[in-house]
């Protein structure tokens, strides 16, 4: 029988709501921490070194913060959000908007972002987060993730061997060091959580 126990309560909700969540206020702070999320997506987008033909963002740690912090529900909601926005034509991602990008080279890598925050979210949900071997674990998986689609989508594209050469390896150092910047923040900030969290038990 399994006993982990799944929590869908953020870090937000937690600071906020003293790990009480009354369910209309927690509907509102989710909803306003979807948009806040969608938000930090849209800036580090704009965060960027152009390479060709797959530009160097901070989207990476922000996907992986987002989903290790607010869990499943929320940052696939911010995500999708992100994306739809960028579907319709709003200049969201890095170089523009509209559905011809989504479909482009660096298509595969947003639609990434998608599957790489559930499963990130899921595990965060399930007290990954908490603990800094398991958040590596958690976002190496993500990102993965993230370079199976946009590798995947840009070999139909360009090629197999030009997507690992143009899609894959100049990022690879670069992402580490995101996971490992996201993976030593999360636990701090759990940890600040539960302070604030002992401060109001009080």
């Known amino acids: ?21 009354k369910e209309h206020f927690s509907q509102f702070t989710n909803f306003v921490t979807v948009v806040i ?30 989903a290790m912090l607010c869990g499943r529900n929320i940052s696939v909601s911010a995500v999708s959000l992100y994306l739809f926005q960028g579907m319709v034509g709003f200049p969201v991602f ?16 947003l639609f990434g972002f998608l599957f790489a925050s559930a499963l990130i979210g899921e595990l965060a949900d399930r007290g990954w987060g908490k603990i800094l071997l398991k958040s590596v674990c958690a976002m190496l998986l993500g990102l993965i993730i993230i370079y199976t689609f946009g590798v995947l989508q840009l070999s139909i594209l360009k090629g197999f061997d030009f997507a690992i050469i143009n899609g894959l390896k100049p990022f690879i150092v ?8 996201a993976a030593l923040l999360i636990p ?13 038990r009080q």
Do not use: H, R
Request: hydrophobic share 50%; charged share 15%; glycine share 8%.
């Open 37 to 66: 999320c969608s938000l930090l997506l849209i800036l580090s987008a704009k965060i960027k070194v152009d390479l060709y033909p797959v530009p160097m963002t901070m989207q990476p740690l922000a996907v992986l913060l987002i």
């Open 174 to 181: 670069g992402d580490l060091y995101k996971l490992i910047l």
């Open 188 to 200: 701090q900030i759990w940890k600040l959580v539960n302070k604030v969290d002992k401060i109001n």
């Open 1 to 21: 029988m399994n006993n982990t126990k799944i929590s869908k309560i953020s870090w937000l909700e937690s600071f906020v709501l003293n790990n009480k969540p």
């Open 94 to 109: 890095a170089f523009g908007g509209g559905l011809p990008y989504l479909l482009g080279p660096t298509g595969g890598f």
